[in-house]
């Protein structure tokens, strides 16, 4: 049930708002139309949630936060579109995520997300779960972000580009094309500057898959191929499991073009 004590009186709520169990909201808070707030989810002081956003349980979101306002998008014309946050996602100070441009369209944040101070998160955008973005990243509009990815901060993703799991980005990075999964990349311009071994690990991929990325990783980025010969490649030499499909699922799908490796980088192993 609703706590009452837990929300400050000066906070503003929409009487077609949706609150669940155990919600806290700070003073000076605003909580638009049609909006949904999951159980045990904490709203600091001075944040404003607007209309049609749902948050899931247990989300922590801090003070001056702005969630779900509409897009700063030249094509949007008011129509209905939706926010959407997972579960456990914290959101700290001064974030914006705007929601999507396009009739029934969303923008969305998966589970157990951090998004640290000033991070901007624009229209129809989508991140995966465990995504941790930095301070004052941001991602233009459609980008996709997958699972368990690290953004360094003040780093900047270009609209439409895709970043594939377990990647890890450089701080202050601009990102292009997309940016291949379980590598590292820097620069600006960014490139490859190798795989993500320590991301790759900490996610619990199993020894015999992590040989095989880095095998189909040397094919893509250091044979001389085209991307469309490495994939044939790496098809007809690099054993399936569900990593390396992914891998090759995410590069037939790179409209973009993808990173390319930086030509210093000098193989160790």
Known sequence: MINQEMIHPSAVI???ARI????????YSVIGDEVEIGDGTEIGPNTVIAKWTTIGNECKIFQFASVGEIPQDLKFKGEESYTVIGDRTTIREGVTIHRATGEGNETRIGNDCLLMAYVHIAHNCLLGNRVIMS????????AVVEDR?????MAGVHQFVKI???????????LVQDVVPYTIVDGHPAKVVGLNNVGISRAGIPLESRRLIKKAYKILYRSGLSLTEAIAVIEQEVDSCEEVEHFLRFLRNAERGIC???????DTE
């Open 14 to 16: 929409s009487p077609s």
């Open 164 to 174: 594939g799991r377990n990647a890890m980005v450089g701080g202050m990075s601009k």
């Open 20 to 27: 669940g169990n155990n919600v806290k909201i700070g003073a």
């Open 149 to 153: 990815v690290v953004i360094g901060g």
């Open 260 to 266: 390319r490796e930086r030509r210093d980088v000098v």
């Open 135 to 142: 301070n004052l990243a941001s991602c233009a509009g459609h």
